[in-house]
Each structure stands twice: as C-alpha cells, then as structure tokens.
C-alpha cells in the first residue's frame, strides 16, 4: 500500500489526496480516488522534520480533482519510527494558507489534511478539516479491495477490553479483528430467509452498527425462514420483526430500520453510508442499485441468493451464490447476475408493467419459488464468512469474488471476474468513488 511505504521513507513527503465526498447522516465520508504525491523538483526543501514546496508540487492535483468534481486533501508525512502524527504549529499555518486556494481550484467547500506516520500496521494518522464552513475529524480509514481492514485514528480513545462473551471467537481470529467488527457501519438490504441469517450471525459476531431494508412484511411462510419471527408477528414489517430480535441478542446494537424499498432514493442515499452491504434481495432493480452504490461509494458488496429447482415434489437442483464487489471488482451487471430485463420491468408502476407484460414486452414477475431454510441459512453461513476471510485472511491468494455452491452434488467452486472496460465498476471509467452526484448514483429515480 503506496501511504505505508511512504509514510515510512526517512524524509517528510507531501502529497494531494483526491476525495470524492458523500455528506451522510453521520457525518462526511471521504473517498480516496487518488493521491497525487509531490515530485521531486516541486521540493524547495526536504528534511526529516520539515518541507518546503512550490506550487506546482499541488496545483496539478487540485485541477485533476476539479476535473472529477472532488475535493483536495493536503496529506503529509511525519517520519521515523516514534513519530507523531499530530499536527504541528506549523501545520495548523499551512492548513490557514492552503484551505481556499484548494477551495477555490477544486470548486469545492471543503477542505481537509491529514498527517500520516509509521505504524506496527499500515500506519498512523490524524486527520481535520472544514466542510460547508463546519469543522470536522477523520476518525477512521477504511482500507478496501480483496481485504479489509481499518485503522482508527491516533487521537481517538483508545477501544475498551474486548467483552468477554467474544473470548471463544478472539481465540479464533484475534482481537483486532474483533475490534473492527465493532467498528463496521453494515447495511442489510432484504430481510427474509437469507438476510435474517446474515444479520443474527453478523450480530453474534460483534458488529454493532447495522441498517436493515426491506419494503415488506412477514407472511405466515416466512415463518418458517425468517430468524427471530413467530406466527403472532404475521403483518408486521420484517425489518421491525427482525430489529427486535437482534436487540434482544444485543441492546448496544446501533439499529436503522427503513420498511421501503431500495428503489427510494432516500433508502439508496442512507445505505451509502455503509462499509458493508449484504445483498439479500431477489429482485433485479435493486440489485442494480446496490452494485452502482458499492462503486460510488467504495463500499464491499456481498450479493448472495440461492435457487432451488424442484419437480413434483422432488428437488433436482440447490444452487447457491455469494459474489463479492469490492473496489475494482467485476460489477453485478458485468459477471451477468443481474437480469436487466427484469430489472426494466421490475421499476414500471403496476398498470404499466402489466400492459406490457399482455404486449409480450415485459417478462412476467411475481413468480413464487421455493425456498427452505437450511439452504438459506447454508448460503447466509458462507456470505458472512466472505467477510470474516477478508478481515482475517485465511483464504487462497488470489481472493475469490465469487463462490458457487451446488449442494445437490456437494460441489463448489470460485472464480475471479474483471470490469467489462468502461463499466461504471471498472476504474478506468473515472466512476470509482465518485460519492455524492447529480444525479444520484448517475441514473434517474422514480418520485418519491
């Protein structure tokens, strides 16, 4: 990783960090795209406790992120191995001198810095700015790809002993794994037979900050899947069954709950503010939504579904998916799971749809599948399990992004997908963190 190397060079380094920006309900979220690091004729003066650039060592940068309508990062090093990364006296002046001319070249109204030092892992930082005139703190930098991982700031309190409820598990994979799971912002979108089990492990597991989304309500065959539901809840929402459910296991749970659908634009926006999102819904549309959402916003997708096919009573086939998007990652469109017919269908308002499913123009929806929940809960088990292997890493290099399961003939197999060149997931495309747009996500929504 190109700040772990540099921040351990033996001089200070300079750089511009191109951000795109999403203003979310906790605060802003800030998504590194690039970072443009100072050349080496652009230093006036490099020393171990200091430098000195012209402008030339960051105008270039500020006009790139213009150009992909981000804002600019000061970023710099203070190295050596006891190093501090706080900001100095003359770092608070350099932040005065830099903030509007970074302002005003980017054409954005905010303005951060982040100073980076040497750390055991990856490395240590501290991070402020101002956005819209109101200050704020980088408390947290979310690394992603084919593994995860985060790095609190330096000067945020350091995390309480670990509960002891999490021993077992901490035997298993350590505690800074357990600490992070803490710390993820996991979002939860389809709350039936696959989703329930995903987030009644996810919960289990120690994360602590969920948003579930579902737009409907618990039928009496749900009963028979959905973790955490009783025949008397019958009609009430999945998400407000399941919330209960999972505040029993865990009254600290941090809990957002959206009965809608992730068609809703204002759904969409609130789940963007996620590090995680478990896809756990079988319909198309909103499938398509929470693939352009992980790209956006640099989010980790973990699309699952499973698919059973049966005759007469006996079933011929179980055929389960976990596909993982991260950043960089084959999209949902581009490996084919998504039906984009069906998703055009599943996005007309009913009278429409069913005119032109009479015209043959439409593909017919509303079909019922069977479903049972073993195998729901066997497809949830390896989803979270994606996760858990990219915090830990115990798996194969290179890591899978897609796992098939065919448990009728206890088969499965991985494999590896690239972006179709220029698809909105492929980073050539300029898309890849591109946070907050208009229009939101780059397509059109339907009124709310």
């Known amino acids: ?62 006009a790139r992120a213009e150009a992909l309508g981000s804002a600019a990062i000061w970023l710099h090093t203070h190295p050596g191995v006891d190093a501090d990364p706080s900001p100095s006296r003359h770092d608070d002046v350099v932040d005065t001198e830099l903030a509007e001319t970074f302002k005003i070249r980017t054409g954005r109204d905010l303005y951060g810095s982040l100073v980076i030092s040497p750390a055991r892992k990856h490395f240590a930082f501290t991070g402020r700015g101002h956005d819209l005139d109101e200050p704020f703190r980088i408390d947290r930098t979310l690394i992603v790809g084919d593994r995860l991982d985060l790095v609190t700031a330096r000067d945020i ?102 009965s809608a659908s992730v068609l809703d634009q204002a759904v969409a926006r609130a789940i963007a503010a996620s590090d995680v999102i478990f896809g756990c819904t079988d319909d198309n549309a909103g499938r398509l939504v929470l693939s352009r959402v992980a790209a956006y916003y640099l989010a980790t997708l973990i699309d699952c579904g499973v698919l059973i096919t049966s005759h007469d009573g006996t079933i011929e086939g179980i055929d389960g998916r976990v596909t993982v998007q991260s ?33 043959g123009y439409a593909p017919e929806l509303g079909r019922v599948e069977p479903a049972v929940v073993t195998f729901t809960t066997l497809v949830a ?67 709310p």
């Not at 060079?9 to 590194?32: C, D, K, M």
Request: hydrophobic fraction near 40%.
């Open 157 to 258: 309190e350091a995390a309480r002993e670990l509960p002891l409820i999490f021993d077992r598990q901490v035997r298993a994979f350590g505690g800074e794994v357990q600490e992070v799971l803490a710390q993820l912002r996991v979002s939860i979108v389809g709350c039936g037979g696959t989703g329930s089990a995903v987030a009644e492990q996810l919960v289990r597991l120690g994360v602590r900050s969920l948003t579930l989304v579902d737009h409907d309500t618990l039928s009496d065959t749900n009963v028979t899947r959905v973790y955490g539901s009783f025949p008397d809840q019958v009609g009430k929402s999945k998400t407000e069954v399941l919330g209960e459910h999972l505040r029993r296991i865990a009254p600290d749970l941090q809990l957002r709950t959206y």
């Open 1 to 62: 990783m190109d700040l772990t190397r540099r921040a351990g060079e033996e001089l200070e380094a300079g750089a511009v960090l191109i951000a795109g920006v999403a203003r979310t309900a906790s605060g802003v979220r800030l998504l590194a795209r690039e970072v443009a690091w100072v050349p080496p004729e652009a230093y006036l003066q490099r020393r171990h406790d200091g430098l000195t650039i012209t402008s030339n060592g960051y105008v270039p940068a500020l």
């Open 327 to 359: 950043p960089g990652a084959a999209c949902l469109v581009c490996r084919h799971r998504i039906d984009m017919a069906r998703a055009a269908a599943e996005v007309l308002d009913p009278e429409e749809r069913q005119l032109r499913e009479d015209e």
């Open 381 to 447: 088990s390896h989803a979270v399990t994606e996760l858990l292997e990219r915090l830990v890493g115990f798996g194969p290099e290179p890591v899978p992004t897609e796992l098939l399961l065919r448990s009728h003939e206890r088969e499965i197999s991985t494999n590896v997908a690239a972006p179709v060149p220029g698809h909105f997931c492929d980073p050539t495309s300029g898309l890849l963190g591109t946070g907050d747009s208009e229009p939101f996500l780059g397509q059109l929504w339907r009124s």
